[in-house]
């Protein structure tokens, strides 16, 4: 045995353990921090920086923008590892909100974001994976008849079908095998194709893109087309407004902050999730990864080849319908622009397909474990609970929610006014159950005493405040803010009924089927009121 | 299949009594003493506690320089007076931890000598095991509950003299008791062989013979209740991390998961389809399944968070189960 000195060089008091059984499964620290870059929507996150912001909030500053949502984040990690450190098991916000304010809350909020999620990301994740992965490769291929096919309905919906059942079979197969996958694909393939962006910007910096770009599409759409088209839109070149840089948080909010939601969603097996700092760094290196190095830095080099003021000009020609390139306008294309070689452009894509394979796959495996706890929490019926003998896995929960999304793909696909209210609605329910969750936080303390007094945040005060209510209580204003924001904003799109029809949906069904689940235990002779009743730990 | 709550369609049986299930405390207090509250919010006629009532660690508080300094949560910490000292203890034992004050002397011991160590753990398990027989008939002696209690496969056999010497809770361990009229219970502390050096690990062999010895004597065993640390083998109730057993102590191997019950478990259960199975043993693996018609049930533990993770079972008045739930509180 050795004891560790503390600094003053006294040798500092160890415990004594002893040979006894019951482990946790453990994730490794690198395991969650890479598990939540890619939840956080790693590269996939390039959906929303172009050409939708640049239209719809004229003077958008998309890295400012990055670097204040990390901000928000700062104080979403803290919030996250403290309630993650005090309750270190699978659940997350569902488990956080349940025992911190209602079950009602706890279950329908969560209920809500899943939801959502599903609606979301597997489609979304499907769209990243063709549009900025295949399209490109398929170009650079000369395979003209392939590109017409992937951006036509039926093929986004292929894709997006593969794509599901992909993410249900890997589900099924459980945690190790995605480990495995996403240490030995998924990560690679993420740096492989970061590295070959900055490196293929770079090496265009003083490139004539004007160029490329005339030359990229047959028959040509050329700058000067676009440039004219934007002008006649009424795009003037503007500096950079602080205001609409700031309202486009609302959707990135969610995603940087959520570099740590598939930590949360896997606490029960992630090595150390007792220890506060532990959780915090890991969440906030996942945050910086994201934000910085996955998404600023590759848009600040792409803007400054193409030029930030081309990219405003093609995003108002094409948001008001004035230009019609022969692909969807993203920046996956753009980078296929900068080189004629098929092996550059592979590799750039490569980071398409891996991050949108993973941001489904993250619904699939993070959704099937909230809903298990809710199941076995009886607030779902124990179909969502019932374990695989064989596999270990939720096969039944997968396979349900696997179907629901063929479902969405094909609204996705065949019915695209959809995309931004599902795009921009998932993205929505995110912050709003962060909201929620900060706000079990900032009672977290008062109602749940004895769980908080034997957690590592309580060593955490401002005078005798607890930190974690203080940014419990920094978060939830910040949250609601971001909500307020998008629910007024029509450059967000849920200013519309449909989009607001979803978003208030996902939450009454949660209500309907929390009443109706408790009705139906009730009737086989469960006392649901077991669940809530108060039990004094004196 | 894992189950919430009795799945017949048919309008379930009203409750006559309901017993009330919970394991794996490892030396937790809060848990310990949420349970014993538990009782009367649950409105339970029966309690029973699982194996697995000691620590699993021991908390040097060293006196030094006037005050005392010990690790809680990862930091050292010290206590000034008398007070703190008090609160440092408490708080140490919330966390399933046995506190000991000591000297720097004596805490200098305890680093050279490993048996010394291991003398102050069982001491310090018994101790506490004996506070809280102590407790649990003061609550529950004047709710008229009966408690059955048993050792599990981490717990010193030194605490069934403890436990046979409790003036209220009843050692359960090795015994066929009639818990209600018409229903009988057998427990069993023991479980098959882990990668540590338990002192209740056996051989499936030795495991299922002694299950068999108990079972056999059951009258009704449709209407038993098979209290027994270890779930079944392949049940669902039973994963975990495989561990690394070849460095010690052995290590979880990241993302890969094995079944860890007994077989002879889930043997003695299939060929005689009790009524109700309780285990505890695998913290992370708790749900309610069934095993042909058993309904086996484990409620997990996080007894280092202060939770206390239980089930709850209604039985009708024919003693038959009516519904079944896990609660966490």
């Known amino acids: 045995m ?38 956080g929507g790693a590269l996939f996150g390039f959906v929303y920086l172009f050409p939708s912001p640049q239209y719809l909030s004229p003077g958008i500053n998309i890295p400012l923008m990055l670097l204040l949502t990390l901000l928000y984040g700062v104080v979403v990690y803290f919030v996250y590892a403290a309630l993650g450190s005090a309750m270190p098991r699978a659940g997350g916000d569902y488990l956080y909100e349940s025992r911190s304010l209602h079950p009602v809350v706890g279950f329908t909020v969560p209920w809500a ?19 900025f992965g295949l399209v490109p490769i398929a170009q650079a291929a000369n395979a003209d008849g392939i590109v017409s096919w992937l951006v036509s309905e039926n093929g986004v919906f292929v894709v997006s079908a593969v794509t599901v059942i992909a ?18 694909v998924l990560v690679p393939g993420l740096v492989i194709s ?3 962006i900055i490196g293929l910007t770079l090496a265009s910096f003083g490139t004539n893109f004007s160029r490329d770009f005339d030359h990229f599409q047959t028959p040509a759409l050329t700058t000067q087309q676009v440039a004219a088209a934007a002008a006649k839109a009424g795009y003037h070149p503007m500096g950079v407004s602080l205001s609409h840089t700031l309202i486009w948080i609302a959707v990135l909010a969610a995603y940087v902050p959520y570099s740590m939601y598939s930590a949360q969603g896997l606490l029960g097996e992630v090595k150390g999730a007792r220890s506060l700092t532990r959780l915090y760094m890991s969440f906030l290196t996942g945050g910086v990864i994201l934000a910085v190095i996955l998404l600023a830095l590759p848009f600040l080099l792409i803007s400054h080849v193409v030029g930030a003021d081309f990219l405003n000009q093609y995003a108002w020609a094409y948001g008001a319908g004035l230009i019609h390139p022969a692909y969807l306008p993203n920046i996956g294309v753009f980078l296929s622009m900068l080189t004629s070689n098929p092996l550059v452009v592979a590799l750039v894509a490569l980071g398409f397909i891996v991050g949108g394979f993973a941001i489904a796959n993250v619904v699939f495996v993070n959704s099937a ?16 609970s019932d374990v695989s003998d064989r596999r270990h896995t939720p096969v039944k929960a997968a396979t349900l929610w696997s179907v629901c999304a063929l479902g969405v793909c094909a609204i996705f696909s065949y019915v695209p006014s959809w995309f931004t209210i599902v795009l921009i609605g998932g993205a929505i329910g995110s912050v709003i159950v962060v909201g929620v969750t900060c706000l079990a936080a900032a009672v977290f303390p008062y109602r749940a005493p004895e769980i908080f007094q034997a957690s590592p945040s309580a060593r955490y005060k401002v005078g005798s405040v607890p930190l974690v209510t203080i940014m419990g209580v920094l978060g939830t204003v910040m949250s609601g803010a971001l909500v307020v924001v998008a629910l007024v904003n029509s450059a967000l799109g849920l200013t519309s009924a449909s989009a607001q029809l979803v978003l208030g949906g996902a939450f009454v069904t949660g209500v309907i089927v929390y009443a109706a689940v408790r009705v139906y235990r009730r009737r086989e002779g469960v006392d649901t009121s077991l669940a809530f009743r108060y039990v004094p730990p004196e | ?56 660690r021991l908390a040097p508080v060293v006196k030094q320089d006037g005050g005392w300094r010990a690790e809680v949560l ?25 506190p000991v004050v000591v000297t720097a002397e004596e805490y200098e011991e305890l680093l050279r000598d490993s048996d010394a160590v291991a003398r102050r753990f069982e001491a310090q398990a018994l101790l506490q095991v004996e506070e809280w027989l102590t407790l649990a008939a003061e609550r529950l002696e004047p709710l008229g509950v009966p408690l059955y209690v048993t050792g599990g496969n981490d717990d010193y056999f030194s605490i069934e003299a403890v436990l046979d010497s409790a003036s209220y809770a009843i050692n359960a361990d090795g015994k066929v008791l009639e818990i209600a009229p018409g229903v009988q219970m057998i427990s069993c502390g023991y479980g098959n062989p882990t990668p540590w050096p338990c002192p209740r690990d056996i051989s499936e062999e030795e495991l299922g013979s002694r299950l068999e010895i108990m079972a056999s004597q059951l009258s009704d065993p449709g209407r038993a209740i098979f209290n027994l640390h270890v779930p079944p083998f392949g049940s669902g109730l039973d994963v975990c991390a495989q561990l690394d057993t070849s460095v010690d102590p052995p290590r979880p191997l990241v993302g890969q998961e094995i079944n860890a019950g007994s077989t002879a478990v889930r043997a003695v259960i299939e060929r005689y389809q009790p009524a109700i199975g309780l285990h505890g043993h695998i913290h992370e693996s708790s749900g309610i399944v069934k095993v042909g018609s058993t309904v086996c049930i484990n409620p997990g533990s996080e007894y280092g968070e202060g939770v206390l993770r239980s089930a709850v079972v209604d039985f009708a008045a024919d003693g038959r189960p009516a519904s079944w739930q896990l609660l966490t509180a």
Not at chain 1, 167 to 184: D, F, P
Not at chain 2, 2 to 18: D, I, N, Q, T
Request: aromatic residues 12%; charged residues 20%.
């Open chain 1, 2 to 39: 050795t004891a560790r000195a503390d600094s003053a060089g006294t040798p500092r008091v160890q415990l004594f353990t002893r040979a006894s059984s019951g482990l946790i499964r453990e994730l490794s620290f690198g395991d969650t921090v890479w598990y939540g870059v890619f939840s």
């Open chain 1, 113 to 131: 974001c899943q939801l959502l999620f599903w609606l979301t990301f597997p489609p979304a994740g499907a769209y990243v994976l063709s549009t």
């Open chain 1, 167 to 184: 993410c249900w079979a890997l589900t099924i197969s459980g945690l190790h095998l995605y480990r495995r996958i996403q240490r030995y």
């Open chain 1, 194 to 196: 970061v590295l070959t």
């Open chain 1, 369 to 384: 474990r909230v809903m298990m706890a809710m199941g076995l929490d009886g607030s779902l019926p124990s179909f969502f």
């Open chain 2, 1 to 56: 299949m894992r189950l919430k709550a009795r799945s017949r369609a048919r309008r379930p049986a009203e409750r006559s009594w309901r017993l009330l299930y919970a394991t794996d405390f490892h030396a937790g207090d809060v848990v310990l003493r949420k349970f014993l509250n538990a009782v009367s919010v649950y409105e339970a006629d029966v309690a029973v506690i699982g194996g697995d009532l000691t620590g699993k």
């Open chain 2, 74 to 98: 990862g930091r050292e910490q010290t206590a000034a007076d008398g007070r703190e000292l008090q609160a440092m203890v408490r708080r140490i034992r919330e966390l399933g931890q046995y």
